[in-house]
């Protein structure tokens, strides 16, 4: 039966047949019976990835720990898992993961297939800790991938989109058990420029997010701590509510938004606190937006966000949230954004409430310039023959694809448009 889908910004709609299957066999049964399928898990993509009009699965009903080696710290989990749940589900065999986004609501499966990822100079995206994976293909049979068996599959499926099969299960590389220190502060613009190349190596951790009419960022470090447990607490203006509270503002009265923003040394004061990873790592994100994030050669950030934060000031752009810095480590699959290359993350977003194609016009032929590719889940305009030139295995991901999947089942309009897959019928 049909049902209105969005996804979690609103930006995405849909009217698909909503089947959410009990176990693998009741999964194994709506592949083999429906020609058109795609799976979707949080809807925090921001991009159409998952819509459909057709068939939309979703896994939340297969969760949990499948197995785990306590000697290798490795653990396969079912994809359909939530993030906020793996810490539950890892801490009683002493593991946790390697590194982790500030957004837990995802599920396993979608995090991995889109290249998902936290910060730190040397800790790759989520999908770069895969040690192997189930995948059920297109005709309702399971392959098990890895770099010993169906090497190809592993190589190019861990980043495919949702493109190659569904993924049942997914082993990662682990670690044993700590805790993180987080330390939040303001710190002036001019001293990123000149410290951060420095800083990124001293900490685990370094992310900072820039202001459009601030002179100064919030930085935030994570470090392992043997400290005593101190988590945050628990304020009813907490950061995510000023946000929200300062984006309704300024969407209203948009010459507001410089005045707002000279008031961070009000708002946002210096704190610490220790914590488990899995508590520390997730922040509350309850205010909606929109979000475009590309991902540049490392080298190459500190001069994009310059020539980003100039072009958006010149152009008076009603935005009050602030433009993020990351850093990612790079990878070897195929259609990671990271391929290749270490990298630096910069996100932009707006308020789901205004129209962010008004900003994402100004900012992404900068981010473009400066040789980034687009996060898979994130909103962007790039094509085929675009990302074509940006990833030097997209040849053989799309001939690979096409044996995997020859009906196209696991295609919809988007996947069509960026993949430039003529349609069936057309053929």
């Known amino acids: 039966m049909k049902q209105r889908w969005s996804n979690w910004s609103g930006k995405q709609t849909a009217y698909p047949d909503f089947l959410q299957p009990k176990n693998v066999d009741e999964l194994k049964k ?145 670690r044993s058990r700590y805790k993180l220190k987080e330390q939040l502060r303001l710190c002036a613009l001019s001293d990123i420029y000149q410290y951060i190349d420095r800083w990124k190596h001293q900490h685990r951790h370094i992310e900072f997010w820039a202001f459009l009419h601030s002179d100064q960022v919030i930085l935030k470090t994570l470090d392992e701590s043997r400290g005593l447990t101190d988590p945050r607490p628990q304020y009813w203006l907490s950061e995510d509510r000023l946000l929200n509270f300062c984006s309704e503002i300024t969407r209203v009265f948009p010459q507001l938004n410089p005045y707002l923003q000279s008031l961070l040394g009000v708002f946002i004061k210096p704190s610490t606190h220790v914590d488990w990873s899995s508590q520390i790592f ?103 023959d675009q990302l074509r030139e940006l990833y030097p295995k997209w040849d053989d991901f799309m001939q690979l694809r096409e044996q995997l999947d020859p009906q196209q089942k696991w295609i919809n309009p988007y996947l069509r448009q960026i993949f430039t897959i003529p349609s069936l019928s057309a053929a």
């Open 30 to 174: 709506i592949v083999r019976k429906h020609d058109k399928i795609r799976m979707v898990g949080a809807g925090h993509s921001f991009s159409p990835l998952a819509t459909t009009d057709d068939v939309m699965v979703n896994l939340d009903h297969i969760q949990g720990v499948h197995q785990f080696n306590a000697q290798k710290q490795q653990c396969t989990l079912h994809a359909g898992t939530r993030l906020y749940k793996l810490g539950e589900c890892l801490a009683p065999i002493h593991q946790a993961l390697q590194n982790q986004g500030d957004i837990d609501h995802q599920s396993l499966a979608g995090v991995v297939a889109t290249g998902t990822h936290g910060t730190g100079v040397d800790l790759p995206c989520l999908s770069a800790l895969v040690t192997d994976f189930e995948l059920l293909t297109a005709e309702g049979e399971v392959l098990q991938c890895s770099p010993e068996h169906n090497a190809e599959i592993f190589q190019a499926g861990r980043v495919a989109l949702g493109s190659f099969g569904v993924m049942t299960k997914i082993t990662l590389q682990n």
């Open 282 to 384: 997730p922040t509350p994100r309850n205010t909606k937006f929109n979000e475009m994030e590309y991902q540049l050669p490392a080298e190459q950030g500190l001069a994009c966000l310059e020539e980003l934060l100039a072009v958006l000031k010149q152009q008076r752009v009603a935005m009050f949230f602030p433009i993020e810095f990351r850093y990612v480590k790079g990878d070897d699959i195929w259609l990671s954004p990271f391929y290749g290359r270490d990298s630096v993350s910069i996100s932009i977003h707006q308020f789901y409430k205004q129209d962010c194609q008004h900003i994402f016009k100004w900012v992404e032929p900068i981010l473009q310039k400066y040789q980034g590719r687009p996060h898979w889940g994130k909103l962007h305009s790039m094509q085929a």
